[in-house]
């Protein structure tokens, strides 16, 4: 019974300890994995859902101006003094000509009613509704933004990620290569056959590959961290990559293949809303007309107190219709109208900028991919005819047929193909995630 309980109680600590059974492995097969994870747990992203929902709400909530506003109230009076109201004397049978002063009414008094008010024409509340609907637009397109961007981001780090794969498994693929190099020339080394520096010269190249792996480890790492954080993921999760990279990437583009640019759409919407606020401003030297009615019933008393007999209440109801006529405030609208006249003027200069801009930005975009592929598709030539140049040259030192330094420019030919080829992909891929959102 005690070991049962003293297994029970390590058990239980051991559930509670930190980061234990709350981390969780994720493996992600592809590109869409990773940015399906990222739009379901970025709490950035997040965030833009919620707003954008606020805004929706807060666009369907301006409209409700259209609606009468119906309120039903009650309220009592208790008439401490009476008003004092003059009469022709002679009502009374006084003398012609002359007043009194007469007191009309009960001390207390009670109405209870429904009051209907509805704008009939309230040109500034219809604009700013149409403002919150392009508020509601802006905040969406801000969204997609931000969903463009963290495509953009989570594309550049899976695919330095995969790219840094495929570095290590080449750099191991190397290591082993100078380690029998280095091998293989220690024991000349020991039988009198090479110098010292040629040893040493072997072991710096082993060592090279070993910095190149550390480092392509390190990026790695780097990349799984950064993905981890778009992804909403925590420091105790787990995150694997089952794909290889491939050579495989889409046909050369052009600019206009490219989908609208956020940016000038983004820039569209603030000059549109400028706009409005124009018309909003200039709305405020427009009347306004409204109906309101009241349904209702009085009760006077002399007492306090209050009956609900329907004998005791008398009908009470009337209907009005307001007009309001705006004639004079100090010239404050006029000086309004003028100043978002010229916020108009400005966001039309930004429109204008970013279509140029957007434009030239595209277009550069496009060819610096076009150029990363060529370049890669050489890098990539060069890299398979170093590797050829490497493994014959290496089977001739072993032979004994050619020296170490003979051996060595070969492989650091390679190495250096090796590294060109790798930063090719790098950059291309990196080209490549800024365009993927927008194919």
Not at 74 to 82: H, K, M
Not at 83 to 92: W, Y
Not at 96 to 114: H, K, S, V
Not at 177 to 199: C, N, P
Request: hydrophobic letters at 35%; one cysteine or more; a negative charge.
């Amino acid at each position: 019974m005690a070991k049962i309980f003293i297994g029970l109680l390590i058990f239980l600590c051991l559930g509670f300890m930190p980061g234990n059974g709350n981390a969780q492995q994720v493996t992600l097969n592809s590109l869409q994995d990773a940015l399906k994870l990222g739009f379901d747990q970025n709490p950035d992203y997040q965030n833009f859902l919620l707003n954008q929902e606020q805004a929706e709400l807060s666009y369907k909530q301006s409209k409700s101006y259209r609606l009468p506003n119906i309120t039903g109230s009650f309220n009592g009076q208790r008439n401490v003094d009476l008003p004092t109201t003059p009469l022709p004397a002679e009502i009374f049978g006084g003398e012609p000509g002359t007043t009194i002063n007469t007191q009309f009414g009960q001390e207390y008094t009670y109405n209870a009613g429904i009051n209907i008010n509805k704008q009939l024409f309230n040109r500034s509340m219809s604009l700013q509704s149409k403002l919150m609907k392009m508020s509601s637009e802006m905040v969406a397109i801000e969204k997609e933004q931000f969903q463009e961007l963290l495509t953009q981001q989570i594309s550049l780090y899976y695919y330095t990620a995969l790219t840094s794969q495929k570095a290590i498994s080449i750099s191991k693929m190397d290591l082993e290569t100078t380690l029998e190099i280095s091998s293989l020339t220690k024991d000349r080394y020991e039988q009198g056959l090479i110098d010292l520096v040629a040893y040493n010269k072997a072991l710096i190249s082993e060592n090279g590959v070993k910095q190149n792996l550390l480092s392509s480890e390190q990026l790695l790492s780097d990349c799984l961290t950064e993905l981890k954080i778009l992804m909403g993921m925590g420091l105790e999760d787990q995150l694997l990559m089952t794909e290889e990279i491939t050579y495989e990437l889409p046909a050369l583009l052009q600019a206009d293949q490219l989908n609208s640019n956020l940016k000038v759409m983004n820039a569209e919407s603030k000059m549109n809303q400028a706009d409005l606020n124009v018309k909003i401003s200039q709305s405020a030297l427009l009347p306004s007309l409204s109906i309101n009615s009241y349904f209702g019933r009085q009760q006077f008393r002399d007492d306090f107190g209050l009956s609900l007999n329907s004998d005791s209440w008398s009908d009470y109801s009337y209907l009005s219709l307001n007009l309001s006529i705006p004639i004079f405030n100090g010239f404050s609208n006029r000086r309004e109208i003028k100043k978002n006249k010229i916020n108009y003027n400005m966001a039309q200069n930004d429109h204008k900028e970013a279509e140029k801009t957007a434009k030239l930005e595209d277009q550069l975009l496009i060819k610096q991919y076009q150029s990363g592929r060529r370049e890669a598709t050489l890098a990539e030539d060069n890299f398979n005819l170093t590797a050829v140049n490497e493994e014959l040259t290496y089977q001739k030192y072993e032979e004994g047929l050619i020296s170490l330094d003979a051996y060595l420019r070969v492989f650091e030919e390679y190495l250096r193909a090796e590294s060109a080829y790798l930063n090719s992909i790098s950059k291309l891929y990196n080209l490549y995630s800024q365009i993927f959102p927008r194919i």
